[in-house]
């Protein structure tokens, strides 16, 4: 394996591959289980994604944190389910394709082939921090597939952050019994949030009040998800601890389920996520 000078593989866990890297715009972590971003942090600012102390780096177990890959399909299956949830990439060890750098960062280059399902996933990790999965038709017959793009983001208490940019977008809230309805101001945490928007709009603000603001730019996604387990839910999450759900919160490109889109034969969907830093 041919890794330029600021990658690094190594074994946090025997037999489980970590790509871990120190270039001098960032440094950052990706497993190759799930082909997962663990870890991001540009020069001179704090970490950007959260990951649980308690994750548990083991195959078939999905990473808690980072930017878990939900692939084929998001949330349940919507039509077998006997199949895990939000699909098979986050709990495979995906193919190394190649890896390299230039004075903006690094890319990384990951694929993965299951069935009729094909995919690969670039990361790009600089200042910014851009995660593309690409889904490649090769078979004859047309695919649907959904799924998401499953960020953490680390915030300095729940209850401080704001998501902007949601304000008139109808949303299904699932919190006990789904309900549809329309959000009218930014998006607060005071209690367990699980929503998905109709939205395709490219860009979000995450609005940390302690004074950092994310920039998340979206593309291939008809889909927003905003996640948080809040107190009851976490404890009942044995790979986060009980208090955790204060320290992060969920923003997802997403195709959700009833959005989900037909590939045709030969063709290629793109559903990518960048992430900026703002002062």
Known sequence: MNLPRSIKR????DGYPVFEIEHPTCSGKVALHGAQVMSWKPVDEEEVLYLSPK?????????????????????EHPSDETVPSHGIARTRFWDFVEAAENDQGVVLKFAMREGIWSAEIIIKMGEDLEVMLKTINTNEIPILISGALHSYFAVSDIEQVRVVKLEG???????????????????????????????????LLVDDLSGRT??????????????????????????????????????????????????????????????????
Request: proline share 8%.
């Open 169 to 203: 977008v109808e949303c299904t809230d699932l919190v006990g019994t789904p309900t549809k309805r329309k959000q009218d101001t930014p998006v607060e945490f005071k209690r367990e949030v699980d929503a998905i928007y109709e939205s395709s709009d490219p860009v």
């Open 10 to 13: 190594t074994e946090p866990e």
């Open 214 to 279: 994310l920039l998340i730019e979206k593309t291939g996604s008809p889909s927003t998800v905003l996640w948080n387990p809040w107190a009851e839910k976490a404890k009942a999450l044995e790979d986060l601890p009980d208090d955790g759900y204060r320290d992060f919160c969920c923003v997802e490109a997403a195709i959700a389920n009833d959005r989900a889109e037909i590939v045709m034969p030969g063709q290629m969907q793109v559903l990518s996520t960048r992430i900026v830093v703002e002062e």
């Open 55 to 75: 994750a548990v780096f083991r195959e078939g177990k999905a990473i808690r944190g980072g930017i878990p890959v939900c692939w084929p399909w998001f949330s």
